[in-house]
Every structure is written in C-alpha cells, then in structure tokens.
C-alpha cells in the first residue's frame, strides 16, 4: 500500500491560524445542523419526544455517540495530523481499500450536503417573501460560498471565525431568551411553562400505534435526524494538514466539545421543546416555508422585528455550513487523488496549495440544489439529509474500527498511549469505541424502519436512507479483490513516518497574561 505523502512544511502551504483553527469546529461543535429545517420536520412529525425527551433521549444518544468518534479522531489526529485526515490514517493502519472507501463516502456525504444547505437556506429566506423564485436565492448563496472557498484556506477559516461568532452569540441569547418567554417576561406576558407538554403533550403516538409501542417508534424514527444533526465535527480532521500548530490547537478544541453538546445542543432543545407545540403549522417542512422554532416562539410571543434578525442570523449558519461543506469535499477528492485513488488531476493545486480542479468539480454538483424548484425546497431537502445522514453514520463507523487497529498497533509496538499529544479516559480500552460501533450498525440497520410498516411504504424514503449502507461494502470489498489489498498487521503499522515535519511545525505558545485571556482561551 503507498503511505500518506510527508505534510507539507509551513512555509509551502496555507495555514490556518490559531484562533480561527478552534473555530472552524466550533460551528459544527455548537451548532452544526442542529438549527435546520431537518430538526425542524423531526418535531412536526415526532412531536416534543424529538426537542425535549428526544432531547434527553434521542439527542442524547447521538451526543455521546458523536463524542467517541471525536476523541478517537482526536487521539489519532494529533498525534499524525496528515493531510486527508481520517481518510489517510485508515489507509496507514487499517486496509488500503477501507481508506479508498471512507473517502469515497466522505466525498459523497459532503458533496451531496452542500446543495442540501443551499435548499435549507431558501426555505429560510421563504420566510420573508415567496415571490422571489427560489433559484435566486440558491445562486445568490452559491456564489458567495465558491468565492470564499477559491480564496483559499485563510479566507476560509477567517469567514468561519465570524461566521462562528455570530452564532455563539446568537444561540447563548436564544436559550436565555426562550427561558424568559417561558416565563412569561414577553410582551404578552403570558407564562407557558411546560403547558405544550400537557397539550398537545410531550409525547406523540407514532402513526397513532398506541401505549409504549408507539412511543418506542416515534424515538426510534428520529434517531438518524438527531444524528444528523452531529454530523460534520471530524472536519477537524480534514482542516489539520492546514492548521498551524496542531499538536497544541487539536487537543485543546476536542476537549470542549462535551460542554458544548451539552450547553448548545441539549440546552438548546430543551428550551425549544417548553416554547413551540409540535402541531404547530409553521414546522411543517413540505410547505415549503418551514421556520426556526425559535423565530416562532419569539413571533408568537408578540415580540416584533426580532423574528427577523434571529432568522438572518439562522441563514449565516446555512451558509457557513455550505462553506464548511465545499471546503471538506474538496479536500477529500484532494486526498484520494494524492494516494491515487481517484484521477491524479485532482491532485493539482495552485502554488498557494489550493486544490482548484476539485473544488471546480464539488462545486458542479451543488446544481443539484435547483431540484428545489420543481418541488418545495424543504421536501428536497430531506431527500439530500437522508442520503447525507446514513453516509455521515458510516464515517463514524470508520473512525472508531481505524481507532481500534491503531489502539491495538499502539499495544503491540508497546508505544504508551498516554503519552500522545491528546488521549482520552472515554477510549479506556476502546471500550467507547466498541460502544459506538455497534450502536451505529444498529441505528443504521433499522434506520428506515418505517417504510415497512402496513401502508408506509415509500420508495425515496427507502432508496434516500439505505444507498449509501448498500455502496460502502461494496466500495470495500470491490476495491479490495481489484487492488488485492491487505489488512495491515498490528506489528507492522506505521507510527512515525512524516512526524520529524510534525514536530518541527510544532511550538510552544505564551501564556494567558492575565484573566481575560485565560476566559478567552479556555472559550476557544
């Protein structure tokens, strides 16, 4: 098999900086999906049991799932931040074929998302006006997400640090902002309380299948669209061969990421789930005009313009999302061009380092998104999100099966795993990693249940959610009998080639000089 080419030094490569490398996951780490028109369709169709118990249940689920992936990716990728991320270290201690599969699947996962973001940024601008066709606004996005991406990796992780500001900022006022409207502190002044718990209720019956039956399948059905919600953290991953530093800045940004599930997504759900009924008409994605549950709240409490300006700064996340989407999919087409496992053309960058004939093709593909037009955007929108959801499930389950060979080549060449750069107590005998394997195969498995239940069937549904759980064996095992590939074997994995580059990339930084920096650098 060919190892991953030596990083590039700093001096031949686009580098982002500290500050705006912590920020390039802390969109996906506080946000991510979880704003959009998909969680939007789980509460009109599952009810509060997606925003509240599903916040503590089928949120909770993928929150911790999503954390075992990340501190595996996070051990491994601070320890060998190579470019293509993940998609080399499979190769480097895996299988050849896996690591041809998993970046074939990435490429895929984003590449598909990326017009999905730009149909989910019309339904919000539907918000405002119907009269504009939506085409323009998907050009309008289009453009500005291919600008910032042709700029390169600086303009990239620049847009992102402001794109992220915004957002921090914008879901820290929400939650305390929802926690006063339920209090009663609105123009109104009417309390809500947890009423919508009691009417329409808390939990739904799903397809009306009564008793704990029905409450089980409502959980169940939603599961996927919680995940993918988390979907997109491990582009930290794919950002780290561009990153200054990141033996220092990966550990730092992995290490926040429990607190912020819980603060921003968790919290996040709660509040929506005590503020907006499920039956509420303006969740319902298939009109078309689906809204935030938070700009509904906040127009249902008689609070004016506000409305607005939080759905103006929902629209900056679709947009950084689709930037975050260009970028990730560009760079792994990059990738497999560069261990010849797609068409060395897109191995070619410019002399900045920019991968330019991929970003060229990855950007033909949002023309997907104009699909849009034929039918409403949000209905198009969960076709993409389905297809999306089941591949971003498989590139977890990739993550943790190379963590696990790589855990265990540590074990046999006897090299101390607590004395890499970043490791992790959840991964104590890859015991998280095995948790997160299985549960995965599972979810994935009975991800698309209910189209076999009497009188649900629906083919899209079908084809959306189980294509990619169908490709990703073949993938594997095609390429594995047409390259005759092999396992890697744990005595004979690969633990230090390229790091005398790493290392000299590597620095110690100042420390806080006083208490404003230290709050600001454990915020990033």
């Not at 679709?318 to 990730?328: K, R």
């Not at 093709?361 to 039918?375: K, N, V």
Request: aromatic share 16%; hydrophobic share 45%; charged share 15%.
């Amino acid at each position: 098999s060919t190892l991953p080419p030596t990083p590039p030094t700093s001096s031949s490569r686009q580098l982002l900086t500290i500050q705006r490398y912590r920020f390039v996951p802390w969109y996906w780490w506080c946000f991510g999906q979880w704003w959009s028109p998909r969680s939007v369709h789980g509460l009109r169709t599952h009810g509060l049991y997606l925003l509240f118990r599903h916040g503590t249940y089928t949120f909770f689920p993928p929150s911790e799932l999503r954390l075992t992936p990340q501190v595996s990716l996070g051990e491994m990728i601070a320890y060998l931040p190579i470019p293509g991320g993940h998609i080399k270290l499979a190769e480097r201690f895996v299988d050849p074929a896996l690591s041809f599969t998993m970046g074939w699947n990435y490429w895929y996962n984003w590449t598909i998302i990326l017009p999905a973001e730009l149909s989910a940024a019309a339904v919000l601008i539907n918000y405002w006006t119907t009269a504009v066709n939506n085409g323009v606004w998907i050009s309008v996005c289009l453009v500005v997400v291919v600008a910032i991406n042709f700029l390169g990796t600086g303009a990239y992780g620049e847009a992102e640090f402001w794109f992220a500001s915004i957002k921090v900022l914008t879901i820290v006022g929400l939650i305390i902002l929802g926690v006063i409207i339920s209090a009663g502190g609105g123009p109104q002044g009417d309390p809500i309380g947890f009423k919508y718990w009691g009417n329409p209720g808390a939990l739904t019956q799903y397809k009306d299948i009564p008793g704990a039956l029905g409450r089980f399948l409502g959980f169940w059905a939603v599961l996927t669209q919680a995940a993918f919600s988390y979907i997109g953290t491990e582009i930290v991953a794919i950002a780290a061969g561009e990153a200054k530093n990141p033996r220092r800045n990966i550990p730092r940004a992995i290490k926040r990421v429990f607190v912020r599930i819980l603060v921003f997504y968790l919290g996040g759900t709660f509040v929506i789930g005590i503020i907006v009924p499920y039956n509420e008409p303006s969740l319902r994605l298939g009109s078309g005009v689906g809204k935030s549950p938070f700009v509904i709240a906040i127009k249902n409490a008689g609070i004016p313009v506000l409305p607005s300006i939080i759905n103006a700064c929902l629209l900056t996340s679709a947009w950084s999302a689709a930037s975050s989407d260009l970028y990730t999919s560009s760079r792994a087409l990059y990738g497999l061009a560069l261990t010849k496992q797609a068409p060395k053309i897109f191995a070619r960058t410019t002399r900045r380092g920019l991968p330019y004939v991929s970003l060229v093709l990855c950007t033909l593909f949002a023309g997907l998104a104009y699909m849009s037009l034929q039918t409403t955007a949000g209905n198009v929108f969960n076709y993409l999100a389905n297809l999306t959801a089941a591949a971003g499930l498989l590139t977890w389950w990739g993550i943790v099966f190379t963590y696990i060979r790589f855990s265990k080549g540590l074990r046999v060449q006897g090299i101390d795993r607590k004395k890499l750069p970043y490791w992790s107590w959840f991964n104590y005998r890859q015991l998280a990693a095995w948790y997160a394997i299985i549960l995965i195969s599972i979810i994935l498995f009975f991800s698309s249940y209910t189209v076999f239940l009497h009188g649900e069937w629906d083919a899209p549904t079908f084809v959306t959610n189980y294509l990619p759980v169908f490709l990703f064996p073949c993938l594997w095992i095609g390429w594995k009998l047409f390259k005759r590939t092999k396992f890697v074997r744990a005595n004979e994995m690969d633990f230090y080639s390229g790091l005398d580059v790493i290392e000299a990339d590597c620095y110690e930084e100042d420390p806080p000089r006083n208490v404003v920096e230290k709050v600001w650098q454990f915020i990033m």
